[in-house]
């Protein structure tokens, strides 16, 4: 572990509660990362780009937003 892999709080293995907007996010509980709602894959917040605010979900990567959006819009 180096000094980039933790941070002053003492949050460095926490998992964030956050609270997903339009176009913005807010912590709710301080950590470094969140769990993609598709791969189940930690996302660094500095790294958090795709989210869900309706669903609540973050996304690690457009692939995995594009998986979730074809679940819930099934072609016919």
């Known amino acids: 572990m180096n000094a ?3 941070d002053l709080t003492g ?3 926490e998992l964030a509660t956050v609270h ?6 807010a912590i709710l509980r301080p ?3 969140v769990l993609c709602a598709v791969s189940g894959k930690r ?3 500095e ?3 795709y989210w869900n605010p309706t669903l609540q ?3 690690a990567g457009p692939a995995e937003a594009l998986e979730r959006w074809l679940e ?3 072609r016919t």
């Open 20 to 25: 997903y907007g339009d176009g913005e996010i």
């Open 43 to 45: 996302i660094p917040l």
């Open 31 to 33: 950590g470094r990362f």
């Open 57 to 59: 979900e973050a996304y």
């Open 4 to 6: 980039h892999d933790r």
């Open 72 to 74: 819930l819009n099934p």
């Open 11 to 13: 949050k460095a293995n």
């Open 47 to 49: 790294a958090l780009r």
